[in-house]
């Protein structure tokens, strides 16, 4: 059978004996997000569980993907496999990941212990807190324990799918405040980690006096995690050493406590309830066509029906 037309199940089967080929193939059918992505779901979901989430968010232009190579590096150091989704926004001709991520973390491209792979936003949440969580799955199911999600930005999309890892590393730079202000209370809200990155430069102790004070302000209760804030410079790798030592520290506090047992049950319910919510999204679509709906729409125009009587009507046709 051509390669090309391996079904999912051999993809699958293909991917867990490292083709790498084969991944990056169920990636696109998972980005997609037809019956394909519904079957490598299926068969993803029994082997995962065991792979362990790092998310990487912060403004534009603080360095995450040259942060995220160092970390790389430091990871390879230790005899560590590691697989990344860096979350790019979508070109609007092709709905392709444009930023090329792969591009920067190019020394990595041939390590056999690498994956790297660029998911696009394509403009809408729905696809992506789908399909984002979906990947890592596959990606712990065929063998890669650490998986880090790097996002490009802090907007809605970027904060919701970092937030959702089992660590999360927010990066700021010096000056950061002057920034990005807008974003500060999300940004609090999920940091596990925050990272003053390019902390070669001028501000950098402000910055950390200015997240100091965010942290004492905070609700924390006193047997809550309190982010550690690591200095790094992404381009020398100086502090990546003790960034990993705060993931690690974070990951222990988090099984010992329960809290990331609490944070996946949470993950999986609003999985869930995405799931739910977009098929009831299709199945709307579906309803409101057709010759009734056309006629409805008219009489509600002329005033004729209240729109709520004629989305009773159309939506008795959806079976209980």
């Given at each position: 059978m051509s390669r090309s037309r391996r079904s999912?199940?051999?993809?699958?089967?293909?991917?867990a004996g490292d083709d790498r080929g084969a991944l990056a193939r169920l990636l696109s059918l998972i980005e997609r997000g037809d019956d394909d992505a519904r079957t490598i779901g299926r068969l993803a979901y029994p082997l995962s569980g065991t792979g362990y989430t790092i998310g990487i968010t912060g403004a534009p232009g603080a360095g995450k993907s040259t942060l995220t190579s160092s970390f790389i590096g430091h990871l390879r150091k230790l005899d560590l496999e590691v697989a990344v989704l860096a979350i790019d926004p979508s070109s609007p001709f092709t709905g392709g990941a444009i930023l090329g991520d792969r591009v920067r973390?190019?020394?990595h491209a041939?390590?056999?212990g690498v994956f790297i792979r660029s998911m696009a936003t394509r403009?809408?949440?729905g696809g992506l807190s789908l399909a984002a969580p979906a990947a890592v799955r596959l990606l712990d199911a065929i063998g890669r324990k650490l998986i880090l999600v790097e996002t490009v930005g802090v907007g809605q999309v970027e904060v919701e799918v970092a937030g959702k890892a089992d660590t999360t590393i927010v990066v700021v730079n010096p000056g950061w405040g002057d920034s990005i202000q807008a974003n500060k209370a999300g940004l609090m809200e999920i940091a596990d980690v925050f990272v003053i990155n390019k902390a070669d430069r001028k501000g950098a102790e402000e910055t950390r006096r200015d997240l100091m004070q965010m942290l004492d302000l905070s609700d924390l209760t006193s047997d809550a995690w309190r982010p550690p804030i690591v200095a790094t410079v992404g381009t020398t790798?100086?502090?990546v050493p003790e960034l990993w030592e705060a993931v690690v520290e974070h990951r222990e506090f988090a099984e010992s406590s329960g809290q990331l047992l609490e944070r996946r049950t949470f993950r999986m319910r609003s999985e869930l309830r995405e799931i739910v919510a977009q098929r009831l999204g299709r199945r709307a679509r579906e309803i409101c066509s057709g010759e009734r709906w056309d006629e409805l729409t008219s009489e509600v125009v002329a005033l004729t029906v209240d729109p709520w009587t004629a989305a009773d009507e159309m939506l008795g046709s959806v079976d209980a």
């Open positions: 999912p199940t051999e993809l699958f089967e293909a991917a973390m190019q020394e041939t390590d056999p403009g809408h949440l790798g100086d502090g």
